[in-house]
């Protein structure tokens, strides 16, 4: 995953934000995986997680069920997948850290023995990033594609729809446009294991 850590990705993916566009940081995107890019962390996923339970069974639980990215998905439901240990000390999070809206959490975790969030808002001054942790296999994608479809629909949406959001600026409307990175239009998963169903670097939407 290393490869992701070169100068032209880092100012491709912060010129992305700069200019105001949508990212989904799902799963592995989430984790610590850059020791030599805290950046990364620190300004697109709000923090971040350095472990997770072993695969297993555990619970999601709506905190914000009106939001559009949660509309139609359960109230709680369960997962068998990781559950990953977002943010879970409050003091060690570096200062300068992004604050996130979270709109879904765990139950407890093994270790913690607290809920941890698992889809959430990072608070970008100019990107729309949504941060989801759930995603490690086939076992959990079912149940995820919802989420998935709605932090793309409406947090990400298309050409016409940041028009309509630039010119409404309605409270609580996240709309952006696609996701190019110099490969064409589209939107990118950004996460980093290529075992995951979603491959390393992007997945272009036509």
Same mark, same amino acid.
């Given at each position: +995953?290393?490869?992701?850590?070169? /100068? ?29 890019? /805290? ?10 997680? +350095? ?8 619970? !999601?639980?709506? !905190? ?15 997962? @068998? ?13 570096? /200062? ?28 970008? @001054? +100019? ?11 086939? +076992? !959990?994608?079912?149940?995820?594609? $919802?989420? $998935? ?9 298309n050409e016409d729809d ?12 996240? $709309? ?29 939407? /036509?």
């Amino acid at each position: +995953r290393m490869f992701f850590d070169t /100068p032209a990705y880092r100012k491709a993916l912060f010129d992305f934000a700069a200019a105001g566009k949508g990212i989904v940081m799902l799963h592995p995107g989430t984790w610590y995986g850059y020791a030599n890019w /805290p950046e990364l962390n620190a300004k697109i996923v709000g923090g971040g997680a +350095r472990g997770h339970d072993k695969l297993g069974k555990f619970s !999601v639980n709506a !905190v914000k069920s009106n939001h559009p990215i949660m509309q139609g998905v359960p109230t709680s439901f369960e997962v @068998e997948d990781e559950l990953y240990y977002i943010n879970p000390d409050p003091e060690k999070i570096p /200062p300068g850290t992004a604050s996130i809206d979270v709109l879904a959490e765990t139950s407890p975790s093994v270790r913690f023995k607290k809920p941890h969030p698992a889809v959430w808002i990072t608070k970008h @001054e +100019r990107a729309r990033v949504v941060g989801i942790t759930l995603g490690h296999d086939e +076992r !959990v994608h079912a149940r995820l594609a $919802r989420v $998935r479809r709605h932090a793309v629909e409406d947090e990400v949406g298309n050409e016409d729809d940041e028009r309509e959001h630039q010119q409404s600026q309605r409270p609580g409307t996240h $709309r952006v446009a696609r996701f190019c990175l110099g490969l064409g239009q589209g939107f990118a998963f950004v996460t980093f294991a290529v075992s995951h169903c979603i491959l390393s670097s992007c997945v272009l939407i /036509p």
